[in-house]
């Protein structure tokens, strides 16, 4: 069950931006450009309904069952043997996403700027700090959030406004010049981003005040969907159907900045956004996985799971994919499908039999 923590409702909007955007921002233009072509812009507002509905979901099964985990709310909805059983998978559905999400970390550094630094080095210190911030509580990682976020949004606004001389508005076109199938399939990879806002419903029990948590909810997703809009739009007016060619088209795009002669070389605020979106969401994704097995196993402190789940996370992290492209394949692709089932159709699954089951109950009553 929850500690005696406390956060409000801006807190964990500030932290979703952040859990979504800290590796959206980087990877996410590359593929969608190379799915969607010059109609990749759209994939943003299309996708970001996969945000809404799942924000709702989270939002009503709260309102059911409030003071509850995703986990305890399943053992509740679906009984405490399929409850327990279902909260076990979710929770190694939920490890191995996290350990693709350590991966694409280490991956980015590794490759831009620590190449002759061991990809394990990377993984085991940054699993070390996340386990410090876990131990400490959700409050005290979503507080980081409201430091983090403004400096992220600055660094990210930054190197935008840098660019404009070197954009060209013409890249745009043609619009639609392959029809609507590119980018529906776009879209389809942009929600397995979005539907990650699932992780609201672990935090929902340490709301401060709930009354206000599913429009600032609604509001965080519009807030990503903006940032992903004008990310697409400056790489596309910048590259054009290039951005395909590119693991991290915003890297590349930093490295066109030149003021004069004494701005150039930005690449540094780039590792430093990733990094801090990357600490807040690989934090969040670790938080909810040592909460998840507190919750099956009915313990009280989640604190004993920590550095055992983080021990798990790190293997995990090196086992998902042998490199890069293999990674970012996979999250085009199958993952897409793998990251909607779990974080989307399932809690919907869950809202439906949660509702029925109380129907059935009211009706007996």
């Not at 996979?330 to 974080?343: A, C, K, P, R």
């Amino acid at each position: 069950m929850p500690q005696k923590e406390q956060i409000t409702s801006t807190q964990i909007a500030m932290m979703m931006f952040l859990c979504i955007m800290g590796t959206a921002l980087l990877m996410l233009p590359g593929i969608t450009s190379a799915i969607s072509g010059n109609d990749m812009w759209m994939t943003p507002l299309l996708g970001s309904i996969a945000g809404y509905l799942i924000v709702w979901c989270t939002w009503r099964l709260h309102r059911m069952y409030p003071g509850d985990h995703f986990i305890g709310i399943l053992q509740k909805a679906l009984g405490p043997v399929a409850g327990t059983f279902l909260g076990i998978v979710f929770v190694l559905f939920h490890i191995h996403i996290t350990g693709i999400t350590m991966r694409s970390y280490a991956e980015f550094l590794a490759g831009n700027f620590f190449e002759r630094t061991p990809l394990f080095f990377l993984v085991a210190s940054m699993t070390l700090v996340a386990a410090i911030a876990v131990k400490a509580g959700a409050e005290a990682f979503a507080r980081c959030s409201q430091i983090f976020l403004p400096v992220v949004l600055l660094l990210i606004l930054l190197n935008f406004a840098l660019l404009l001389p070197e954009l060209k508005p013409m890249n745009l076109l043609p619009v639609l010049g392959n029809g609507m199938t590119p980018v529906v399939k776009g879209t389809l990879v942009v929600q397995g981003w979005y539907c990650q806002f699932m992780l609201i419903s672990f935090f929902y029990p340490y709301l401060h005040e709930s009354k206000r948590s599913l429009r600032v909810g609604m509001a965080s997703v519009a807030g990503v969907m903006a940032a992903m809009l004008i990310s697409n739009m400056t790489l596309l007016f910048l590259f054009g159907n290039v951005t395909a060619k590119f693991n991290y088209p915003f890297l590349m795009a930093s490295r066109y900045i030149r003021v004069g002669d004494f701005v150039e070389h930005v690449e540094a605020m780039v590792m430093m956004i990733w990094v801090l979106g990357a600490f807040v969401k690989i934090t969040a994704f670790y938080y909810v996985a040592a909460a998840g097995f507190a919750n099956v196993f009915r313990v009280n402190d989640y604190r004993l799971f920590v550095y055992p789940v983080g021990l798990v996370i790190a293997v995990m992290s090196m086992w998902v994919a042998p490199n890069m492209q293999e990674l970012a394949n996979f999250l085009s692709t199958n993952g897409t499908f793998y990251i909607l089932s779990g974080y989307l159709v399932f809690p919907f699954l869950v809202l439906a039999v949660a509702w029925l089951r109380r129907r059935a109950s009211a009706r007996r009553a």
